[in-house]
């Protein structure tokens, strides 16, 4: 493997798992404050998408590891795609 390429392999990119998306008016936006919940049209078993760069490269679920909250990787893009969603 080429020292270059290497180098690319060990670079941090970020990682993004989208729970839901939904549009409002900014007047709601400006009303929101502390302890405000946002109801997400989507079910809390429903497949969340996993970004990398911004770009989408997979699916999967919601887990609990411990305390914290994980994605279990159902679904995930070719490696040409993934390598893609690296570049601009």
Do not use: C, Q, Y
């Amino acid at each position: 493997m080429p020292a270059d390429f290497k180098t690319i392999l060990a670079l941090d990119v970020p990682v993004i798992v989208e729970i839901g998306r939904r549009r409002v008016r900014l007047t709601e936006v400006m009303n929101w404050s502390a302890g405000a919940i946002i109801e997400l049209p989507k079910a809390a078993d429903d497949e969340l998408t996993v970004h990398v760069n911004n770009k989408a490269i997979g699916t999967g679920h919601a887990v609990k590891v411990g305390e914290n909250f994980g994605i279990r990787i159902d679904e995930v893009s070719s490696v040409t795609d993934r390598v893609k969603a690296l570049g601009k």
